[in-house]
């Protein structure tokens, strides 16, 4: 697997909630290689440790890549400091995206997002030909994407932990519902674990091909130091495997919520 | 014009002084994207030990001020594994390779050395000071007498050069290394990770799962600078020194107390280039100082 390590120019930047920015990055070698689930691994100025940041568009006409971020502690917040025009260090793409291309063709992709876990589901759903894309978010002041995804997407579910926009509750509701019209082929998602958790609980139970990208914290993000690991059952054993290099997208049968 | 950057330690020429330390390097594999392995002086390979090792829950990873922890617990696939399938890759485009060996027991020690006898590495490098493996590791490191077992008994198993890592989480470094020297070590590496821990303040949970990790990078450079010093001065064979190595004056530093070559890990999390940069930069030192061998600044602290 190909990846770069280099300085890239941040061509755009945006607020799309409190904390919440989206940063698009001149690097054409990046986005050629870049594919959708895979992420940037981010050196925030002044900090030992890089920060891991799924990709969330990819466009290759333009040579650019784009990703969201929250901030999460100081080193998100010494990169949200820098502007358009700065230059910022990535390392990417990194780890394994979601296999868009084994879904099957003549049935229905859902793409599941919950909070900071919504912004690859992106590019995912970009990949995809009959996507519905079903989102959970705290309340209305955190909700991001939601027009992007409509144009991506043929249907779009929006729900809220307190309601205040769309269907109050969790996305296992809608998703359930969409599971039960018998035409998805495939589920992919991103976000919290107990989410990704409850999600591979549903698809396993109607039979349904799912992929969960998983988070960790991070040291080198290229597989070397093997500080990222998550607890996934492969070949009837438990093992460790690094969430950087072996993931962070896997089959959701097999990870140990 | 370009210098000749090229060390020797304990018999053994490293084309450069600047070795990717073990557990941070993986076994070289990772780093291909980027540069030829070769760039680097050497390269000293993630632990390994007599069996594969799952190593610990995570998370693995805490961040600190000027550096991090982590508790990975000697993660590997055992020597056998080593051998077969990284080494010959290793081995290719002429890169120096350390194997660092770890165990629970003298006898994992001992057979894992008398295999790794039987390959083309260039060095052991003894790990008895890994801080998150409650059985072996630091467990011998610790004291005089389980640091000179475990180099007698390796000493014994292989006509490598052996060289023994030692752990900072000790009273007294300079009396472990004496140990050592006496059992047969042909050279000493330090420091490992010092011990630490962080509390995630809102859940109340120490943020690793082992609860305790090794605390690097450069927040601990003077720590090891002192160590190399002392270390350095109370023995009489080769001293390889790293902790918190990020610049080629940090390298530099580290040389002058008394290193023949060092090692980085935490500064590639950050700059994954950041070998090569150290290895530019002293090339360029050497030039403007007219030093013909890394050897003259070797130990010329001049203390007060």
């Known amino acids: 697997m190909s990846y770069k390590c280099s300085e890239y120019k941040i061509v755009g930047k945006k607020t799309l909630a409190e904390n919440i920015y989206s940063f698009t990055v001149r690097c054409p070698e990046v986005a050629e290689l870049a594919r959708c689930g895979q992420f940037v691994h981010i050196l925030a100025p002044g900090f030992t440790l890089r920060r891991p940041i799924s990709i969330c568009g990819i466009d290759r006409e333009e040579g650019t890549i784009r990703f969201v971020f929250v901030i999460k502690g100081h080193g998100t917040e010494a990169i949200a400091r820098l502007n358009e025009g700065d230059m910022i260090d990535m390392i990417a793409p990194l780890g394994n995206g979601f296999s868009v291309q084994s879904a099957p063709a003549d049935k229905r992709v859902i793409v599941v997002g919950g909070g900071i876990g919504v912004p690859p589901m992106l590019e995912t759903a970009k990949n995809c030909s009959k996507v519905t894309a079903v989102l959970g978010f705290r309340s209305y002041g955190n909700i991001i994407l939601a027009d992007e995804f409509r144009t991506v997407c043929d249907s779009v579910q929006i729900c809220t932990d307190d309601g205040s926009v769309g269907e109050k509750g969790i996305v296992t509701a809608p998703l359930t519902r969409e599971l039960d019209k018998g035409d998805v082929g495939a589920v992919f998602a991103c976000g919290p674990l107990r989410m990704l958790g409850a999600v591979a609980e549903l698809t396993h139970r109607y039979g349904v091909f799912c992929e969960v990208s998983l988070e960790e914290r991070m040291g080198c993000g290229v597989g070397a130091c093997v500080g990222c690991v998550a607890r996934i059952r492969r070949g009837g054993e438990e093992k460790l495997l690094r969430v950087c290099k072996d993931g962070p997208v896997f089959n959701a049968e097999e990870v140990l919520f | ?304």
């Not at chain 2, 696939?77 to 660092?100: M, Q, R, S, T, W």
């Open chain 2, 1 to 304: 014009m370009s210098r000749d950057l090229s060390v020797k330690v304990a018999g053994v020429t490293f084309p450069n002084p600047v070795i990717a330390a073990s557990g941070t390097y993986g076994f070289g594999e990772d780093y291909t994207p980027l540069y030829p392995l070769n760039r680097l002086g050497g390269i000293s390979c993630k632990g390994t030990t007599i069996c594969e090792k799952a190593g610990n829950l995570p998370p693995r990873i805490a961040e600190t001020t000027a550096g991090m922890l982590n508790s990975v617990g000697l993660q590997n696939p055992g020597v056998d594994v080593f051998i077969g399938k990284y080494l010959p890759e290793l081995k290719k485009n002429g890169n120096v390779i350390i194997a660092n060996l770890a165990g629970a027991t003298i006898d994992d020690y001992r057979e894992a050395a008398e295999k790794l006898d039987a390959t083309d590495v260039d060095m052991i490098e003894l790990n008895i000071s890994c801080p998150n493996v409650k059985q072996g590791g630091a467990t011998w490191g610790t004291t005089c007498d389980g640091a000179a077992s475990v180099t007698k008994a390796v000493r014994a198993a292989t006509k490598k050069p052996v060289m023994v890592k030692l752990t900072p989480n000790v009273t007294s470094v300079t009396e472990i290394a004496k140990a050592v020297e006496a059992e047969g070590a042909d050279c000493i590496s330090l420091i490992n990770t010092l011990l630490g821990m962080r509390i995630d303040i809102n859940t109340r949970r120490p943020v690793l799962h082992n609860n305790v990790g090794g605390f690097s990078g450069p927040a601990i450079f003077p720590v090891a600078v002192r160590m190399v010093w002392q270390v350095a001065n109370a023995v009489n064979i080769d001293v390889v020194g790293m902790g918190g190595i990020t610049t080629w004056e940090d390298a530099v530093e580290m040389m002058m107390a008394g290193a023949k070559a060092v090692q980085m890990g935490t500064a590639i999390f950050t700059d994954p280039y950041s070998p090569l940069k150290v290895i530019d930069g002293l090339e360029k030192y050497m030039e403007r100082n007219n030093i013909g061998s890394l050897s003259e600044i070797v130990g010329t602290v001049q203390p007060w």
